[in-house]
């Protein structure tokens, strides 16, 4: 890989991007072909492949809590189940108010600045709760303080989307944008599969601390739940050399909030606001809930043996739903998205109101790997909808001119600022079902004994989203067909 200085030198001599510091790109034009294929294409896909790993410890440090909850009453922690849905979706409620603050941050600070500084946060809750789960006497607001705090990994997944998608042209922007985001949706799998593995060993020897004595379904076992946190700390030690030696900023990307706040203004802010929750807030929800919904529903299975797989599913299919959007177009993807999650949530229903019949469990999981996998798909097509969508609009009303002319170019860039600043609303909205769903499955079970309230509320919502989808995206002469 050339030096900075190297690469500075080399992209001017082909007429590529401008720096005005070593890390600061001033001339950016991805949708210039010979500028993209020449150099534009290396910075885009370094900047990429760095902010994924960033993004990854966000998503793995925001969903701890989903692993870590479900262990506590095994150390000694005698919290109720809606004690425990409560820690599991606090993180989500923080992690998406933070979203909005966080992906109009990259438009304030630079894209590199932002993500040094996000990654820096991330040493906060996971040091604070190494620490609290190692003494029996931690009162509950302790944990619901670290759980809180622990949106600040929440919060990546705006700043990193709105910094990426400037780096790429119009026609590569659904594949690097669900790439980008896979890559931070598998920290759900990864925490869900690496946790339980962690705490039973003394990873960290002398350093990390004495294990608890713990009983697990009348098994007695020695556990370092701190390991959960602790794994964690030096993968954001090297996430901050990597942002610092090898991101930039981009020149291009700056804008006042006075330029992003009307995009408040714009209706389709708030409908792909609530498609998005149909989607991505699915994903992150039913991922928080999951090992704690399994362990109510089904007492005699081992969530994290399984709980794992679904959040894996989802992130993996991701890039799938851009893809596909790129080729026949986000709206009907997400429309026929969300009738099969509506089924497949039907099928969850079905299972958990037979979950004494056999193969009941069986059954419900199938059903929910299935959301998962649909919720993956309509990730990748909601996020491609927005550009797209954004873009139209700017060009709609463009009059300066013949494609290529400077006024026309100008109209592209504020489309790209309108979609950065979409991104980051609608990202901060759709993570709210990081806390409605944990906390609705919690609430739902203290009221009826049973998630079949909380599950029905979700399958009306699906149902909502199936309409507007259609109506606004989708049907013949929809307003804004994408």
Known sequence: MPSMTEEKTLTLSRGGPSFSSPYTIEHWEPE?????????????????????????????????????????????????????????????????????????AVSWFGGRNWTLVSAALLLI??????????????????????????????GNFASSMANIQFFFPQKKKGLALGLNAAGGNIGVSVVQFLVPIVITSAVFGGLGGNPETATVRGVTKTLWLQNAALIWIPLILLSLFTSWFFMNNLHVAKSSLAEQLPVLRNKHNWIMSWLYLGTFGSFIGYSAGFPLLIKSQFPGVNPLQYAFLGPLVGSVIRPVGGWLADKVGGAVVTFWNFLAMALALSGVIYFVSHKADPGAFAGFFAMFLVLFFCSGIGNGSTFRMIPVIFRAQKLR????????????????????????????????????????????????????????????????????????????YARKGAEAPC
């Open 125 to 154: 809750p996971s040091t604070g709760l190494a620490l609290a789960v190692q003494d029996p006497a931690t009162p509950y607001w302790v944990f619901m303080l670290l759980a809180f705090v622990t949106g600040f990994g929440g």
């Open 32 to 104: 210039d072909g010979v500028f993209w294929e020449e150099t534009g294409k290396k910075i885009a896909s370094r900047n990429l492949a760095f902010s994924i790993f960033v993004e990854f410890l966000g998503f793995s440090v925001w969903q701890v809590w989903s692993a870590v909850a479900a262990q506590l009453p095994n150390v000694g922690f005698n919290f109720s189940v809606n004690r425990l849905f409560w820690l599991a979706a606090l993180p989500g409620l923080s992690g998406a108010t933070l979203r909005m603050p966080y992906g109009l």
């Open 397 to 472: 009303n463009f009059k300066g001119g013949k494609e290529g002319s400077a006024a026309f170019d100008e109209a592209v860039k504020g489309a790209n600022k309108d979609s950065s600043a979409i991104i980051a609303i609608v990202s901060s909205m759709a993570a709210y079902g990081a806390f409605f769903v944990p906390k609705s499955y919690g609430t739902s079970i203290a009221l009826t004994g049973s998630p079949l309230l909380a599950l029905f509320t979700f399958l009306a919502f699906y149902a909502t989203c199936l309409g507007v989808t259609w109506w606004f």
